[in-house]
């Protein structure tokens, strides 16, 4: 599996080169700015890539943006943001699409190879991973339970969206028709109080709702 890293601090960039290494899979390329990463990924074509937020030069958000912007040109792209921070203002837009595996992983927050590394095969399978402090800042949790609200097969379509499944996807999961998904999907967003006019992404947002619960 072909990992692209993008991670300016050279120890650590070292020390996930070397760990991923040992657990079998192969670093094509580690890069210490965004254009390098957006370069790497349409060159070497990764299974997956973990990317920080912040690098340089300005040490901001160029990190996510390059994730964002590699997805546009590579379109489901897995992604692992691995990261000390938390950029709720792009975060959003980096899992909203639907298409390729996506992760938010907290740097400190990290305690075990094995959590990190089976997160990492998730992604790239086209999975969902979120630390749960992400959760935390990119979703006001209420105070009841929304999901409760939920038929089973509408809990199931949920649970698949996590994963990361497209529509077509999940109706072949299912064994159901797009426009039955589609319909699920809509009653999904009305159960959870998600409305059209919504600042933010329905999808995300109904995934975020669903991760902050399992």
């Known amino acids: 599996m072909r990992v692209v890293i993008a991670e300016d601090n050279v120890l650590l960039s070292n020390g996930l080169e070397l760990l991923l290494t040992a657990k079998g899979f192969h670093v094509a390329a580690i890069t210490q700015d965004a254009p390098g990463f957006v370069a790497a990924v349409t060159e070497h074509r990764p299974d997956v890539t973990i990317v920080d937020v912040r690098l340089p ?9 390059a994730a964002i ?3 546009r040109r590579h ?17 959003g837009e980096l899992i909203s699409d639907g298409r390729g595996g996506v992760g938010y992983l907290l740097k400190d ?10 997160a990492l ?11 749960p402090e992400v959760i935390g800042q990119l ?3 209420p105070t009841h339970d929304p999901i409760a609200a939920l038929t089973p097969r509408e809990r199931e379509v949920l649970a698949l969206m996590a994963e990361g499944k497209d529509n077509a996807a999940i109706a072949a999961r299912l064994v159901i028709t797009d426009n039955a998904v589609h319909k699920h ?21 109904a995934v975020l709702t669903y991760l902050s619960r399992h």
């Open 109 to 118: 927050r990290v305690s075990r190879v094995s959590e990190f590394t089976d």
């Open 75 to 91: 379109p489901g792209l897995p992604v692992l943001v691995l990261s000390q921070y938390v950029e709720q203002q792009y975060a």
């Open 121 to 131: 095969r998730r992604v790239a399978t086209g999975g969902t991973v979120m630390d």
């Open 185 to 205: 999907i809509g009653n999904i967003f009305a159960k959870l109080g998600l409305s059209p006019t919504d600042s933010g992404h329905r999808r995300v947002l």
């Open 69 to 71: 912007q590699a997805r």
């Open 139 to 141: 979703l006001t949790r």
């Open 57 to 65: 030069p300005t040490f901001r958000d160029e990190g996510i943006h």
